[in-house]
Nanobody
Framework: QVQVVESGGGLVQPGGSLRLSCAAS????????IGWFRQAPGKEREGVSC????????YYSDSVKGRFTISRDNAKNTVYLQMNSLKPEDTAVYYC?????????????????????WGQGTQVTVSS
C-alpha cells in the first residue's frame, strides 16, 4: 500500500526557516515525481514545487523561487522542502503528492489531478 506522509510543519516567525519532509513508501518503482502543494484558508490549492526521480529536475512556483529548495534522499525515499525567508503569506497546509511517472519537471510540474497519492498535510504558520 502506497503511503505519503508529510512532517516538519509548525509555527515560525517571518524571516525564519522550516524544513518539511515527505516520506513515500509502498512502491518500488524508480521513477516518480513528488510535488509540494499548499492551501491557505479560503484560497485554492497552489502548486509550490516538484522534483523528478528520473532526471533530478526541479521546478518552483514564482511565489517561492529563490526561497524554497526541494531535494531528495533516495536511500530514505524522502523528499525535503527547505523553506527560508518565510513570509506570512506562506501560511498554509502543505501537502506532498506522488505521481508515478517518468518525466522531467524542468518546464513545469504535473497538474494536481495527475498525482496518484497524497499525504494528509502539515500546517505551516508564519506569524510574529
Amino acid at each position: 500500500q502506497v503511503q505519503v506522509v508529510e512532517s516538519g510543519g509548525g509555527l515560525v516567525q517571518p524571516g525564519g526557516s522550516l524544513r518539511l519532509s515527505c516520506a513515500a513508501s509502498g512502491f518500488t518503482l524508480d521513477y516518480y515525481v513528488i510535488g509540494w502543494f499548499r492551501q491557505a484558508p479560503g484560497k485554492e490549492r497552489e502548486g509550490v514545487s516538484c522534483i523528478s526521480s528520473s532526471d533530478g529536475s526541479t521546478y518552483y512556483s514564482d511565489s517561492v523561487k529563490g526561497r524554497f529548495t526541494i531535494s531528495r534522499d533516495n536511500a530514505k525515499n524522502t523528499v525535503y522542502l527547505q523553506m527560508n525567508s518565510l513570509k506570512p503569506e506562506d501560511t498554509a497546509v502543505y501537502y506532498c503528492a506522488t505521481d508515478i511517472i517518468r518525466r522531467t519537471v524542468t518546464y513545469g510540474c504535473p497538474r494536481a489531478s495527475e498525482y496518484d497519492y497524497w499525504g494528509q498535510g502539515t500546517q505551516v504558520t508564519v506569524s510574529s
